[in-house]
């Protein structure tokens, strides 16, 4: 027990603790706005969440679940054929923890289950890590968005995944999921 408190008050993963995938609620609310605070300069508000989650068919919103705390969260949105990511986070003491990837990997997901067959984002021009892992789902560049980042001054990469409904891109959700999986494992063992 000693260990699990040390590595939770470290930010780790506790041995044997499962990150869940759920969908989002309004009881999550109150710790996803505290993430967004800590992580995006100028953060949403919990009535812009509440105005996301009301309109369910065109959109899903997950949060990532740690021992049943809110370390992440994720929302889609998805209109005529085209899946957009609206926002990802993850709370800063539990990055680099492939709980991004785990809230992507649901969101890639959700967007194939609603029918699209591309998918779309921006980053920040300085969120090298945050690139890598959308290259690793198969997004590619395909402009630059000046100023999107207008309170930081910063250009976003609009990066795109295409053909995102085909049994190929499937086949790359599941080596990707089996990675997870394999993490999973490995964080159980420890």
């Not at 967004?36 to 100028?42: G, H, K, L, S």
């Not at 997901?109 to 920040?124: C, I, M, P, S, Y």
């Not at 891109?169 to 999986?181: H, N």
Request: net charge positive.
């Amino acid at each position: 027990m000693a260990l699990r408190r040390a590595a939770h008050r470290r930010g780790q993963a506790a041995p044997g603790g499962a990150i869940e995938i759920v969908p989002m609620r309004r009881r999550h609310l109150k710790a996803v706005v505290a993430i967004e605070q800590q992580v995006f300069p100028t953060p949403w508000s919990l009535s812009l969440y509440l105005s996301e989650l009301a309109m369910g068919g065109t959109r899903a919103y997950y949060v990532a679940l740690l021992g049943g705390q809110v370390v992440g969260y994720a929302g889609l949105m998805v209109a005529v054929g085209e899946g957009h990511v609206t926002t990802i986070g993850v709370s800063p003491r539990f990055q680099r923890q492939g709980i991004g990837r785990r809230l992507l990997l649901r969101l890639a997901t959700t967007a194939r289950e609603r029918g699209a067959d591309d998918l779309t984002l921006e980053v920040r021009v300085s969120n090298t890590g945050a690139q890598a892992l959308y290259h690793e789902f198969g997004f590619a560049p395909a402009g630059i968005r000046k100023n999107y980042y207008a309170e930081v001054n910063e250009d976003a990469v609009v990066m795109w995944a295409h053909d995102i409904a085909t049994e190929e891109y499937g086949q790359r959700l599941e080596l990707i999921a089996a990675r997870v999986a394999e993490q999973d494992e490995q964080r159980g063992e420890q």
